[in-house]
Nanobody, 123 residues
Framework: QVHLVDSGGGLVQAGGSLRLSCAAS????????MGWFRQAPGKERAFVSA????????FYAESVKGRFAISRDNVKNTAYLQMNNLEPEDTAVYYC????????????????WGQGTQVTVSS
């Protein structure tokens, strides 16, 4: 059984940083692209970032480019999202997800999801 466990969210002031983690089990981790999405109240789930394997290409939504950095550790079966210079607009529940194949920006294509972790950025 596949499990993705998101962690690392919290309350931070604008300009601060957080590092999210996504621990995966029950799947061959290095065969999956790992993505991060976020969902703010009243809004649809939106793509934030993704990292492929092999080659470890990285992709970002325009709104987070230059502030967020995605990475993965294929030994620890964990993906990370380093979030710097956070803004109140980044407030959302953040979800990690695993994708075997298909579009990396569409949530519908992802195979497995974490439970989400709340990120709140105060102004």
């Amino acid at each position: 059984q596949v499990h993705l466990v998101d962690s690392g969210g919290g309350l931070v002031q604008a300009g601060g940083s957080l590092r999210l983690s996504c621990a995966a089990s029950g799947l061959i981790f290095d065969q999956y692209t790992m993505g991060w999405f976020r969902q703010a109240p009243g809004k649809e789930r939106a793509f934030v970032s993704a990292i492929t394997t092999p080659g470890q290409g990285t992709f970002y939504a325009e709104s987070v480019k230059g502030r967020f950095a995605i990475s993965r550790d294929n030994v620890k079966n964990t993906a990370y999202l380093q979030m710097n210079n956070l803004e109140p607009e980044d407030t959302a529940v953040y979800y990690c997800a695993a994708l075997k194949s298909g579009s990396i920006t569409r949530p519908q294509g992802y195979d497995y999801w974490g439970q989400g972790t709340q990120v709140t950025v105060s102004s």
